[in-house]
């Protein structure tokens, strides 16, 4: 039985640095750096995974790329002194 286009997208993912995508992943990455936090894009990067969420290419549907900080999603209480306005 023939694989779907998505099974061969989500086998590429699976081992991303390797093959055409780790070339792809590089170029975009250089273009991220200079965007902002948050990014309208017209499509998702991993179609795949977008389509088993729910994603439909339709009007009204916006997809947004988010740049998210590395580690523990909580922000490291400061040690030092500070007022509490200021402590982020």
Known sequence: ???SFYSHIREA???????????????????WRDQGAIERVD???RLDKARSLGYKAKQGVVVARVSVRKGSP???????????KRQG
């Open 1 to 3: 039985m023939a694989r």
């Open 13 to 31: 993912w699976k081992t991303p640095k390797e093959g055409k995508l780790a070339e792809l992943q590089w170029q975009r990455q250089q273009e």
């Open 43 to 45: 499509r998702p990067t």
């Open 74 to 84: 909580r922000k490291q209480p400061f040690k030092a002194g500070r007022r509490s």
